[in-house]
């Protein structure tokens, strides 16, 4: 950490890109760990919610509700459709569906080919572009598209 820091220039790289809400919180880490300077005293924890520096309920609930964090979410728990699919829906849209492109980021060996095609599989491809999915979308449903596009929206959007 003393090494990263020292360089004057926080220079990390990503698995994934940041984009959207995450790289706001990245840039507003960076710029609070601009101003720190390392010693070799020991660490300690201060609560930095509290003048006094010390953990309350009353200011980590001040903190909480002045913060202006928006939940991303909200509009998904909101949906009236059972809860498993909420949770599967949550998932796909923090990306954390074990497509192969994602398992072959945890050292998976096997082959990153659609099981339908011959593209990669990756979220995108496997809920959204693959002409098989399209067609289930397309059938199972008479709404078809358009909740395909609802399901994009919310699970795909940035921010
Ligand atoms: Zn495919």
Not at 38 to 64: I, M, P, R
Not at 96 to 121: M, P, V, Y
Not at 150 to 156: D, E, T
Request: charged letters at 20%.
């Amino acid at each position: 950490m003393a090494e990263v820091l020292s360089s004057g220039t926080l220079n990390l790289s990503w698995r994934r890109d940041l984009f959207g809400s995450k790289l706001v919180l990245w840039n507003n880490l960076a710029a609070c760990l601009a101003n720190i300077t390392l010693n070799h005293e020991q660490d300690d924890f201060k609560w930095n919610l509290d003048q006094a520096c010390v953990f309350t309920v009353k200011s980590h609930y001040l903190g909480l509700i002045h913060q202006n964090i928006p939940n991303t979410n909200k509009k998904l728990w909101k949906f009236k459709i059972p809860l498993k699919i909420k949770i599967f829906l949550w998932y796909l849209k923090r990306r954390f569906i074990l497509t192969k492109d994602n398992l072959a980021r945890r050292n998976w060996q096997g082959s990153q080919q659609c099981c339908f095609c011959h593209e990669d599989e990756t979220i995108q491809h496997l809920f959204f572009d693959c002409h098989v999915t399209r067609l289930v979308w397309a059938r199972s449903t008479r709404l078809g598209v358009c909740l395909n596009q609802v399901v994009y929206l919310i699970c795909l959007e940035t921010g």
